[in-house]
């Protein structure tokens, strides 16, 4: 069992920064794949970026080289840097917990354990 809770999400301006973090506790944290994935109104749910136990991270293209995952396994944390952040970007961002195979490590459908999410609201 993981449990997972995100934190950090507000008002950025276009071009500004913003960090989210999400908190695990349950199950041995370094096992896991932590992925975050982002929902905005009306539109399905959309991979972001994860960071494998390995440490290795995978970005979808839109936020490639804006946006940078990391994780603490000391702290049980995940943490999203989102650099020049563009209106697109509004969402809810959510955490995510599993062990997905590669091949399938986008595909939100393979992650067991959620967060309830956080609103990222992108405004000047």
């Known amino acids: 069992q993981v449990q997972l809770v995100e934190s950090g999400g507000g008002l950025v301006q276009p071009g500004g920064s913003l960090r989210v973090s999400c908190a695990a506790s349950?199950?041995?944290?370094?096992?896991?794949?932590y992925a975050w994935f982002r929902q905005a109104p009306g539109k399905e749910r959309e991979f972001v970026a994860v960071?494998?136990?390995?440490?290795?991270?995978y970005y979808s293209d839109p936020v490639k080289g804006r946006f940078t995952i990391s994780r603490d396994n000391a702290k049980r944390t995940v943490s999203l840097q989102m650099d020049t952040v563009r209106p697109d970007d509004e969402a809810i961002y959510h955490c995510?917990?599993?062990?997905?195979?590669?091949?399938?490590?986008?595909?939100?459908?393979?992650?067991?354990?959620w967060g309830q999410g956080t609103q990222v609201t992108v405004s000047s």
């Open positions: 349950g199950s041995t944290f370094r096992d896991y794949a």
């Open positions: 995510a917990a599993d062990r997905p195979i590669l091949s399938a490590i986008r595909d939100p459908d393979m992650y067991y354990y």
């Open positions: 960071i494998r136990s390995t440490g290795h991270t």
